[in-house]
């Protein structure tokens, strides 16, 4: 029981996130996150969907992760990016093709609320404990190899993105900045109540 209680907030978890991603993504002429940046950037110079290049992007990161830290490659989070990818394709391809948004005031209404959503999202899928995305343990190496604070690491990750982004000329402006530095506080906003959940669902169960 307890292993479908930790897959449930997985998969509730992640379908939340991705929701929320979805969301930035479709007022991407304002900026997006530096990864969705470069999956957008790709999807529209290359082909392929933006859900299809966060599986190959999390694909490239797991061979990264593995020699940064000279380790075998955690195939087990390739399941956790191709769950990503898989439910980016589904938002994209379902509900958001519904509507079009115009108007900037709307337009931030909706980034800001895709990165509360994403915190929400992100907030549940962590308590479950299954691998992390690639790009969480990209920034996880890059601290233990090159012994550098959490911050560090995440900017240092975020701009391994940015660049190709940049040259690519994927959608990075204002609300890329917005959401670097406001979707880490979105999940602690939420964090505490789902872990205090899951440890009352685990102890019950």
């Known amino acids: 029981m307890k292993f479908i209680i930790r897959l449930l907030f997985f998969i509730f978890g992640l379908s939340i996130m991705t929701f929320g991603v979805c969301m930035t993504i479709k007022v991407a002429d304002i900026g997006v996150g530096a990864w969705d940046a470069l999956n957008v950037a790709l999807t529209e110079k290359v082909g392929l969907s933006v859900g ?27 399941f956790t990016i191709i769950v990503i990818g898989s ?54 190496a890059i601290k233990e190899r090159f012994r550098v604070n959490l911050m560090v690491a995440k900017t240092i990750g ?6 190709p ?27 505490p109540f789902f872990e205090k959940l899951m440890g009352r669902l685990q102890a019950k169960y």
């Open 52 to 78: 299809k290049w966060v599986m190959i992007d999390g694909a490239f990161l797991v061979v990264v992760v593995s020699l940064l830290l000279k380790k075998r490659p955690n195939l087990l989070s390739l």
């Open 87 to 140: 439910l980016v394709d589904f938002w994209l391809g379902t509900v958001f093709t519904l509507f079009e948004v115009n108007q900037l005031f709307p337009k931030l209404v909706m980034l800001l609320a895709g990165i509360l959503i994403i915190g929400f999202g992100a907030a549940i899928y962590i308590q479950a404990k299954f691998p992390q995305s690639p790009i969480d343990n990209f920034m996880l």
């Open 158 to 163: 975020e701009i391994t993105a940015l660049i």
């Open 165 to 191: 982004a940049f040259f690519l000329h994927g959608p990075i402006s204002y609300g890329t900045i917005i959401i670097t530095f406001t979707v880490g506080p979105a999940i602690q906003l939420f964090f």
